[in-house]
């Protein structure tokens, strides 16, 4: 399956915006009677304010002109009155939609990486993680910025223009008309123009996570920079993504700003038509010079707004390439389904691989119609070339990965009718580059494994020393409370790859699979780790991929992986002649 989220159609992309908007709103439901009443206090302050102008005209055509300075000073109290109002309903509507912003910020993130842990590896093998932070933090914080700072001004802007278009229209049709004939200039502008901002947007961002993905990877593997001396080569690798960010952010700037000069020069203009029909009108009577006033203020209310959306239309068009980017990591689901539970066969082995074929995404197939047996209670080896298969037939029996044709079956029934909590605690699995959390070494063993979750650190000592555990604890000077910080070189590969020896041990697994597992380790230690493994349950079935053959030499069974091939090797010495006829013919 192809989880490559730089890859996709754009075309396809673009027709789903509309669908991802309403998703976006279904993804905010918790938030609605929030907004509702940020939109009620919204309504309220937009009331207040557009009545303004009209208290002002009212108050120079019958008070000023009068010269009644009771009336003013009462006209003036209630104005004051009306602004105290309107500042506490801002302050009140800004509280609340900055939480709201927070809120949805959070829901976000806690969305997005719930969704990432969902997925298979083949997604993380397909997109670089610098690009999937990027989407975390950048993109998500986009829409934050744009909920809890752009979407009151938006909303009261839309309002505002609303009621002052009512307002111009009601006072005088034809001179309303005449102030709001280049505000349709601006929408049919800004609709062509829209599609344009969004694409731009959408680009700058994904540029702005190449880069991010960059960095990440520079920073990841600056010791082989510096061992090699190819700050060179990873400086120009950084100056060809900074420019490329730099070129999407120059175009989308440019485009975000095209808005503001043309929507003031418009504004300007129907002043201009307000000012000149207006002092016309009055030289007819039909209109007095507060009246005049008013119209003014009511054709600023209408416009003002407009300048600024011309920058909240942007935030907006940004938000939504932000969600856009986010919706395609949410909308994904893992093709490691769980399938219904078939009965299972009786006196099945362990392990059965049934025609099994398998190929990563984009590559071409690596196993070829492979089919085995492994009983349970047994040690079976993988031996084979670099490249012929091992891992990926490993990765197939701890289900990492599905077939792409043919059937895994564990314990007489398809694999993937094992819920991930069945399959993990029936299969254990040491990675060639183990991963460890930051955090004690007690805290890195007992993840995952509820049985020991809420042991103290006494008690662990006393279930590893069961388990022959203690004297690979030895190692460590702080025992369980020795501290790891993930990736620092305080801790080797090798003390690495004991720690999670350690923790798939106390796992009790009926499968254990071994993935070079000892390459990093001494041979005494190795000794010491076999010692373990005879330790285990009778019935535990080890399978060990090892280029070491005094890892494999005592192994009950020995499988040749080649050319996307398994074929039975026999016995150890048939084992290395094959791998000998291999290096020859190779």
Same mark, same amino acid.
């Given at each position: 399956?192809?989880?490559?989220?730089?890859?996709?159609?754009?075309?396809?992309?673009?027709?789903?915006?509309?669908? =991802? /908007?309403?998703?976006?709103?279904?993804?905010?439901?918790?938030?609605?009677?929030?907004?509702?009443?940020?939109?009620?206090?919204?309504?309220?302050?937009?009331?207040?304010?557009?009545?303004?102008?009209?208290?002002?005209?009212?108050?120079?055509?019958?008070?000023?002109?009068?010269?009644?300075?009771?009336? !003013?000073?009462?006209?003036?109290?209630?104005?004051?009155?009306?602004?105290?109002?309107?500042?506490?309903?801002?302050?009140?509507?800004? /509280?609340?939609?900055?939480?709201?912003?927070?809120?949805?910020?959070?829901?976000? =993130?806690?969305?997005?990486?719930?969704?990432?842990?969902?997925?298979?590896?083949?997604?993380?093998?397909?997109?670089?993680?610098?690009?999937?932070?990027?989407?975390?933090?950048?993109?998500?914080?986009?829409?934050?910025?744009?909920?809890?700072?752009?979407?009151?001004?938006?909303?009261?802007?839309?309002?505002?223009?609303?009621?002052?278009?009512?307002?111009?229209?009601?006072?005088?049709?034809?001179?309303?008309?005449?102030?709001?004939?280049?505000?349709?200039?601006?929408?049919?502008?800004?609709?062509?123009?829209? @599609?344009?901002?969004?694409?731009?947007?959408?680009?700058?961002?994904?540029?702005?996570?190449?880069?991010?993905?960059?960095?990440?990877?520079?920073?990841?593997?600056?010791?082989?920079?510096?061992? $090699?001396?190819?700050?060179?080569?990873?400086?120009?690798?950084?100056?060809?993504?900074?420019?490329?960010?730099?070129?999407?952010?120059?175009?989308?700037?440019? !485009?975000?700003?095209?808005?503001? +000069?043309?929507?003031?020069?418009?504004?300007?203009?129907?002043?201009?038509?307000?000012?000149?029909?207006?002092?016309?009108?009055?030289?007819?009577?039909?209109?007095?010079?507060?009246?005049? #006033?008013?119209?003014?203020?009511?054709?600023?209310?209408?416009?003002?707004?407009?300048?600024?959306?011309?920058?909240?239309?942007?935030?907006?068009?940004?938000?939504?390439?932000?969600?856009?980017?986010?919706?395609?990591?949410?909308? /994904?689901?893992?093709?490691?389904?769980?399938?219904?539970?078939?009965?299972? *066969?009786?006196?099945?082995?362990?392990?059965?691989?049934?025609?099994?074929?398998?190929?990563?995404?984009?590559?071409?197939?690596?196993?070829?119609?492979?089919?085995?047996?492994?009983?349970?209670?047994?040690?079976?080896?993988?031996?084979? @070339?670099?490249?012929?298969? *091992?891992?990926?037939?490993?990765?197939?029996?701890? &289900?990492?990965?599905? +077939?792409?044709?043919?059937?895994?079956?564990?314990?007489?029934?398809? !694999? =993937?009718?094992?819920?991930?909590?069945? &399959?993990?605690?029936?299969?254990?699995?040491?990675?060639?580059?183990?991963?460890?959390?930051?955090?004690? !070494?007690?805290?890195?063993?007992?993840?995952?494994? +509820?049985?020991?979750?809420?042991?103290?650190?006494?008690?662990?000592?006393?279930?590893?020393?069961?388990?022959?555990?203690?004297?690979?604890?030895?190692?460590?000077?702080?025992?369980?409370?020795?501290?790891?910080?993930?990736?620092?070189?305080?801790?080797?590969?090798?003390?690495?790859?004991?720690?999670?020896?350690?923790?798939?041990?106390?796992?009790?697994?009926?499968?254990?699979? /071994?993935?070079?597992?000892?390459?990093?380790?001494?041979?005494?230690?190795?000794?010491?780790?076999?010692?373990?493994?005879?330790?285990?349950?009778?019935?535990?079935?080890?399978?060990? #991929?090892?280029? =070491?053959?005094?890892?494999?030499?005592?192994?009950?069974?020995?499988?040749?992986?080649?050319?996307?091939?398994?074929? &039975?090797?026999?016995? $150890?010495?048939?084992?290395?002649?094959?791998?000998?006829?291999?290096?020859? &013919?190779?």
């Amino acid at each position: 399956m192809n989880y490559n989220l730089n890859s996709q159609d754009t075309t396809a992309q673009q027709s789903t915006s509309g669908k =991802r /908007l309403l998703k976006l709103f279904a993804y905010i439901k918790t938030e609605h009677r929030a907004l509702l009443t940020v939109f009620g206090i919204m309504v309220i302050s937009q009331a207040l304010t557009i009545t303004v102008p009209f208290v002002v005209g009212y108050t120079i055509d019958h008070y000023v002109f009068t010269k009644d300075f009771s009336g !003013i000073l009462k006209w003036s109290g209630v104005l004051l009155g009306m602004f105290l109002v309107n500042l506490l309903f801002s302050y009140w509507q800004t /509280l609340m939609v900055g939480q709201v912003g927070q809120r949805m910020l959070y829901m976000l =993130r806690n969305a997005v990486f719930v969704k990432l842990q969902e997925l298979p590896i083949a997604f993380f093998n397909q997109n670089k993680t610098g690009d999937l932070i990027s989407r975390i933090n950048n993109d998500t914080d986009k829409m934050n910025q744009f909920f809890s700072q752009s979407l009151v001004q938006f909303a009261g802007g839309i309002m505002s223009m609303i009621g002052a278009g009512i307002f111009l229209l009601s006072i005088n049709f034809k001179l309303g008309l005449a102030t709001l004939a280049p505000a349709i200039l601006l929408l049919l502008f800004t609709r062509v123009l829209s @599609p344009l901002v969004k694409k731009r947007n959408a680009a700058n961002m994904k540029s702005t996570g190449g880069m991010s993905a960059e960095i990440q990877e520079s920073l990841s593997n600056f010791k082989v920079i510096i061992a $090699f001396n190819r700050r060179d080569y990873f400086r120009k690798r950084f100056d060809q993504v900074n420019k490329e960010n730099y070129a999407t952010a120059t175009s989308a700037g440019i !485009i975000n700003n095209v808005f503001t +000069p043309v929507f003031s020069f418009c504004s300007q203009v129907a002043l201009l038509a307000v000012l000149a029909y207006g002092i016309h009108l009055i030289s007819l009577g039909e209109f007095t010079v507060g009246l005049l #006033i008013s119209y003014l203020s009511f054709a600023m209310y209408f416009y003002n707004p407009i300048r600024q959306l011309a920058i909240l239309w942007t935030n907006f068009q940004m938000a939504m390439a932000g969600w856009d980017r986010i919706s395609q990591i949410l909308e /994904l689901e893992s093709d490691l389904k769980v399938l219904p539970a078939s009965p299972a *066969k009786e006196s099945a082995p362990l392990i059965s691989f049934q025609h099994v074929h398998f190929g990563y995404a984009d590559s071409k197939e690596i196993l070829h119609d492979v089919s085995f047996n492994m009983e349970q209670g047994k040690t079976y080896a993988l031996v084979g @070339p670099t490249g012929g298969g *091992k891992t990926t037939t490993a990765s197939l029996i701890a &289900r990492l990965y599905d +077939p792409t044709a043919g059937q895994v079956l564990l314990n007489g029934r398809d !694999i =993937r009718s094992y819920s991930p909590e069945e &399959r993990t605690s029936k299969i254990g699995f040491i990675l060639q580059e183990p991963f460890l959390f930051s955090g004690t !070494i007690q805290e890195n063993i007992v993840y995952g494994n +509820p049985v020991y979750a809420g042991y103290t650190a006494e008690q662990l000592e006393a279930v590893m020393e069961e388990y022959g555990l203690n004297t690979l604890l030895a190692r460590f000077e702080d025992g369980l409370a020795t501290n790891i910080v993930s990736g620092n070189d305080g801790i080797s590969l090798g003390q690495k790859q004991l720690i999670a020896f350690m923790r798939a041990v106390l796992r009790n697994p009926d499968l254990l699979v /071994l993935d070079e597992a000892t390459a990093n380790i001494d041979t005494v230690t190795e000794q010491q780790l076999e010692a373990v493994l005879q330790k285990l349950p009778a019935h535990t079935t080890r399978v060990i #991929i090892a280029h =070491r053959l005094n890892t494999i030499e005592n192994a009950d069974e020995i499988f040749f992986v080649n050319h996307g091939e398994i074929t &039975r090797a026999g016995s $150890f010495g048939h084992a290395m002649n094959m791998l000998l006829q291999h290096e020859r &013919r190779s």
